[in-house]
């Protein structure tokens, strides 16, 4: 079945980009039917939705973070990543990857990953 | 803020049944399916509840949805101590064009 695993730094220092991969196994990153997602939850509080792309290339995101936020896939390598530039503290948080299920619409996140808590502090 | 409001807290004994409202507006709810997600602690959100009302499998049935025009509504019956968790409404908003989530919802099993 199709499983999701993040990966990257657990510590970056303000101002410097965070970058977090997901690798895709168990089954087809490049499926038609599939967007791939990013969600996040500072310590304490609730989760934010991030972004999604489409394996074509398309995404979307977040409106307060899209001047700072690029995701990518890359199918070759069956992962997508994310890449927040200028981080500041407030960017603290356990950063999620999951995919939207095909039949539950974009909003209906069925498969995540398990979680990668990244610090952002000098 | 979040675009969606849910009351922060909600409780019950076990066997009862239990809501959690989820209100939002014309360009999200209103528009568009609801999705509620259990986060138990230390643990990623699971989907719960996708199209309103559909159940992933795995999931039982006492759980259920419900949506009404901007808002929406999880309700549990037949509580259980496992039951005990954060809960999360979460839909795509056309004005914003993107997901939105509420800010959830601690449920405590008394």
């Known amino acids: 079945q199709l499983q999701l695993q993040e990966s990257g730094p657990g510590l970056v220092k303000p101002s410097e980009p965070l970058s977090l991969t997901c690798t895709v196994s168990g089954g087809s990153i490049s499926s038609s039917s599939y967007y791939w997602g990013w969600i996040r939850q500072p310590p304490g509080k609730g989760l934010e939705w991030i972004g999604v792309i489409y394996y074509g290339g398309s995404a979307y995101y977040n409106p307060s973070l899209k001047s700072r936020v690029t995701i990518s896939v890359d199918t070759s390598k069956k992962h997508f990543s994310l890449t927040l530039n200028s981080v500041t503290a407030a960017d603290t948080a356990v950063y999620y990857c999951a995919r939207p299920a095909p039949s539950g619409g974009t909003a209906a996140f069925d498969i995540w990953g398990q979680g990668t808590m990244v610090t952002v502090s000098s | 803020q979040s675009v969606l409001t849910q009351p922060p807290s909600a409780s019950g004994t076990p066997g009862q049944r239990v809501t959690i409202s989820c209100s939002g507006s014309?360009?999200?709810?209103?528009?568009?399916?609801v999705n509620w997600y259990q986060q138990l602690p230390g643990t990623a959100p699971q989907l719960l509840m996708y199209s309103n009302i559909q159940r992933p499998s795995g999931v039982p049935d006492r759980f259920s949805g419900s949506k009404s025009g901007t808002s929406a509504s999880l309700a549990i019956s037949g509580l259980q101590s496992e039951d005990e968790a954060d809960y999360y409404c979460?839909?795509?908003?056309?004005?914003?064009?993107?997901?939105?989530f509420g800010g959830g919802t601690k449920l405590t099993v008394l």
């Open positions: 014309s360009s999200n709810i209103g528009r568009n399916t």
């Open positions: 979460a839909t795509w908003d056309d004005s914003l064009n993107g997901v939105v």
